[in-house]
């Protein structure tokens, strides 16, 4: 099993639209999650940390369930400057700083 | 602030010549790493510092790839002899611990190097 898996898409969306992805992780011990977006031929940029109370910023919204080892990034009212690649990025507990980085879920937003 | 800076912004070589990509980290980040992003195996950690010093190399995909940082603000990644399998954009990103010291703080990513080995 991958340490942490990504649907890939593409979820391909109307404006307006909810879009919601998950992102599964392998290692019980993992301390931190973040959620990263990525624009075609850009750098990763970090879109917000995964709280284990859950975080909302603006219409994007990131939830963690330890007991199922699972993030979830919410997208309300999608527009289109939204599509883009999104990435969870998991980093272990103990010492060691190994971020590992989904594959991404590929995002589209049309009119 | 300039953010992480990386140079060439796209390099093509041919087989078997040396490369070697260039990185300067935030200041004030004691964190870098350097990362390889292909379609086929996504983003994938080839090594980081702390404090100049390697920590952990275990991504190194072989000998030919070797990453020095000499010091806070210059790091870089030599491929020789460099090989078409390594195409690929090469991710430079920097960090620093949390305010509380207790875990490293999220990665600010270079605009990367775009590799074809011919």
């Known amino acids: 099993r991958k340490e942490v898996e990504q649907d890939p898409g593409p979820f391909n969306v109307p404006e307006g639209a909810t879009v919601a992805f998950n992102c599964t992780y392998s290692n019980s011990a993992s301390q931190s999650f973040f959620w990263y977006r990525q624009d075609c031929r850009k750098e990763p940029k970090l879109l917000m940390s995964?709280?284990?109370s859950g975080n909302e910023d603006g219409r994007f919204t990131a939830q963690l369930n330890r007991a199922s080892q699972y993030i979830s990034l919410l997208i309300r009212d999608s527009k289109l400057s939204d599509s883009a690649t999104y990435l969870c990025?998991?980093?272990?507990?103990?010492?060691?700083?190994?971020?590992?980085f989904g594959r991404g879920t590929s995002l589209i937003v049309h009119p | 602030d300039a953010g992480v800076i990386q140079s060439p912004r796209h390099e093509v070589t041919e087989m078997g010549q040396e490369v070697t990509l260039r990185c300067k980290p935030i200041s004030g980040h004691d964190y870098l790493f350097w990362y390889r992003q292909t379609m086929m195996r996504g983003l994938e950690l080839l090594i980081y510092?702390?404090?100049?010093?390697?920590?952990?190399d275990s991504g190194m995909p072989e000998d030919r790839f070797s990453a020095k940082m000499p010091n806070a603000s210059f790091s870089t990644l030599k491929i020789q002899p460099s090989e078409p399998r390594d195409s690929a954009v090469y991710f430079c990103?920097?960090?620093?611990?949390?305010?509380?010291?207790?875990?490293?703080?999220?990665?600010?990513f270079g605009p990367g190097t775009r590799l074809t080995v011919l």
């Open positions: 990025v998991v980093i272990p507990s103990g010492g060691s700083y190994i971020p590992t």
């Open positions: 990103a920097s960090s620093s611990l949390t305010s509380g010291g207790d875990w490293v703080d999220t990665q600010y």
């Open positions: 995964v709280y284990s």
């Open positions: 510092f702390n404090n100049n010093v390697p920590i952990d």
